[in-house]
T-cell receptor, first 116, second 111 residues
Framework: GAVVSQHPSRVICKSGTSVKIECRSLDFQATTMFWYRQFPKKSLMLMAT?????????EQGVEKDKFLINHASLTLSTLTVTSAHPEDSSFYIC????????????FGQGTRLTVV | GQNIDQPTEMTATEGAIVQINCTYQTSGFNGLFWYQQHAGEAPTFLSYNVLDGLEEKGRFSSFLSRSKGYSYLLLKELQMKDSASYLCAVMAKAAGNKLTFGGGTRVLVKP
């Protein structure tokens, strides 16, 4: 299957700082990327959908100004958690889909964020 | 909106068979996915069903009935490494072909 690389895999940051997470499709053009958040022993909750070259579409209850998403190219999307708080600590996962909208989306390895 | 239900936990013995059910309600159904997720890792793709019937892939099979809004994932010849969470996800045109995940089923394989 296709490869999606997410970086970093783990990050610890201080409260009030910002953290950027990258999601790259290595061998295909990702026209759509999805960002999820997962709490321990819970399922994936979609945060936002980003299409290359356009603004991200956020799910209800997700703060746009806090979780900044940029999808500047067909192989890279970034999620920036701004002014991080301990409650933002979570597992963040991206997935990417190619041009055919009904094909599977491939997941990155996930990023474990801990805010101290 | 979409509603996806699957059992929270299941326990089975090594070498046995386990069936994980998933029921869903959605409009504009456009496919159902099963993923495996080990603790602390990202989900990995197992199967995709868009037409009724059974799809077999090695020890794993997935079944879909669109009229009943029902799917199951069948794991045969269970191995200890199969202990993981199994996520049912539905794609719907009405939701822009985004994936909506069920709560996941934690499967524990015992010796």
């Amino acid at each position: 299957g296709a490869v999606v690389s997410q970086h970093p895999s783990r990050v610890i940051c201080k409260s009030g700082t910002s953290v950027k997470i990258e999601c790259r499709s290595l061998d295909f053009q990702a026209t759509t990327m999805f960002w999820y958040r997962q709490f321990p022993k819970k399922s994936l909750m979609l945060m936002a959908t980003s299409n290359e070259g356009s603004k991200a579409t956020y799910e209800q209850g997700v703060e746009k100004d806090k979780f900044l998403i940029n999808h500047a190219s067909l192989t890279l999307s970034t999620l920036t958690v701004t002014s991080a708080h301990p409650e933002d600590s979570s597992f963040y996962i991206c997935s990417a889909r190619g041009r055919e909208s009904n094909t599977e989306a491939f997941f990155g390895q996930g990023t474990r964020l801990t805010v101290v | 909106g979409q509603n996806i239900d699957q059992p929270t936990e299941m326990t089975a013995t090594e070498g046995a068979i386990v069936q994980i059910n998933c029921t869903y309600q959605t409009s504009g159904f456009n496919g159902l996915f099963w993923y495996q997720q080990h603790a602390g890792e990202a989900p990995t793709f197992l199967s995709y069903n868009v037409l009724d019937g059974l799809e077999e892939k090695g020890r794993f099979s997935s079944f879909l009935s669109r009229s009943k809004g029902y799917s199951y994932l069948l794991l045969k010849e269970l191995q200890m490494k199969d202990s993981a969470s199994y996520l049912c996800a539905v794609m719907a045109k009405a939701a822009g072909n985004k994936l909506t995940f069920g709560g996941g089923t934690r499967v524990l394989v015992k010796p």
